[in-house]
């Protein structure tokens, strides 16, 4: 049974704004921290930023710290990823994961959502 559920996605053109967001309140244990990763066709899924839910620290990889935003609403358990400035090489299945510790490492990762497809394309 997923108990994280990943929504939001869909086409964008280049230049738009997105917000994904990230169910957690099917979750029955303290969750600490979530992460979004990415997996774009072809390629590996890729880390992408992390929220510590309880103080709301946050840390990005390089590529998307600029235009990305992650933000969380503990009332009602749900994480978001806003894109800005949307690119083409945005486009993936967007996920994501619970962990008891702030990572970048798919391995930390114990319980992922099911992902939601952004789609860039003018």
């Known amino acids: 049974d997923v108990q994280l559920q990943a929504s939001g996605g869909g086409l964008a053109r280049p230049g738009d704004s997105l917000t994904l967001s990230c169910d957690a309140s099917k979750f029955t244990v303290t969750v600490y921290y979530i992460s979004w990763f990415r997996q774009a066709p072809g390629k590996e899924r890729e880390w992408v930023s992390c929220i510590d839910v309880g103080d709301g620290r946050t840390i990005y990889a390089n590529s998307v710290k600029d235009r990305f935003t992650t933000s969380a609403d503990n009332a009602k358990k749900t994480v978001y990823l806003q894109i800005r400035s949307l690119k083409p090489e945005d486009a993936a299945v967007y996920y994501c994961?619970?962990?008891?510790?702030?990572?970048?490492?798919?391995?930390?990762?114990?319980?992922w959502g099911q992902g939601t497809l952004v789609t860039v394309s003018s």
């Open positions: 994961a619970t962990s008891n510790m702030m990572s970048m490492f798919e391995h930390e990762y114990r319980e």
